[in-house]
């Protein structure tokens, strides 16, 4: 069964440190998205991609945080400089194209100490 | 935006018994609700979805209600097992906007043997 790849699986980092996160949809998934979510909340989204075209980013903190899917399939999620706060799990998603239909991976457990 | 709350917060039940997970939600806009299953280090993964079109949907142990009137919908679960046990989610969403999507806060399920 397909699934969507996620690496790494943890990550320890300190502050002010950068971190990078990787996602691989399933194939001929055109929408990825990046959630993240802190411990005992629900999924927050970060961004949304349609192909390599952000379609929604408007909760992405953009003075730290960046995201790029450049030939429309697997993403990257960065932090930098990392903060003590965006300890959380970071799920990557995708979907087809119009699909309502979600798929996670099992997502990148970030510790920032 | 859409507001999604989602009671109670943790639940135990014994084997055999049904567990009900209750969402409401803000916006009349939404037409899509999805009930996702979280078990522990993995990500979400969907197990029953209902449009709102439709009142009711029922997969096997596992059933959706939606009252648009009322903008509630729940998760109904018979004859619990076990594997049962996990943290389910539920989410709104309105799909003719880009499926930006928005999750309750989770329901720890216990089911104790």
């Known amino acids: 069964e397909a699934e969507v790849a996620q690496s790494p699986r943890y990550k320890i980092t300190e502050k002010s440190q950068a971190v990078a996160f990787w996602c691989d949809p399933i194939s001929g998934h055109a929408t990825l998205y990046w959630y993240r979510q802190i411990l005992g909340q629900g999924p927050e989204l970060l961004v949304q991609?349609?192909?390599?075209?952000?379609?929604?980013d408007s909760q992405l903190p953009k003075d730290r945080f960046s995201a790029e899917r450049l030939k429309g399939v697997d993403s990257t999620l960065k932090i930098q400089p990392a903060e003590l706060g965006d300890s959380a799990m970071y799920l990557c998603a995708s979907s087809f194209f119009g699909s309502e239909k979600l798929f996670f991976g099992s997502g990148t457990q970030l510790s920032v100490l | 935006g859409e507001n999604v709350e989602q009671h109670p917060s943790t639940l135990s039940v014994q084997e055999g018994d049904s567990a009900v997970i209750k969402c409401t939600y803000s916006d009349s806009a939404s037409n899509y609700f999805p009930w996702y299953k979280q078990e522990l280090g993995k990500g979400p993964q969907l197990i029953i979805d209902?449009?709102?079109?439709?009142g009711e949907k029922k997969d096997q142990r596992i059933a959706v209600t939606l009252n648009k009137t009322a903008k509630h919908f729940s998760l109904h679960i018979t004859e619990t097992q076990p594997e049962d046990s996990a943290v389910y989610f539920c989410a709104a969403s309105m799909t003719n906007t880009g499926n930006q999507f928005y999750f309750g806060t989770g329901t720890s399920l216990t089911v104790i043997p």
């Open positions: 991609f349609q192909d390599e075209s952000v379609v929604d």
């Open positions: 209902i449009r709102s079109n439709v």
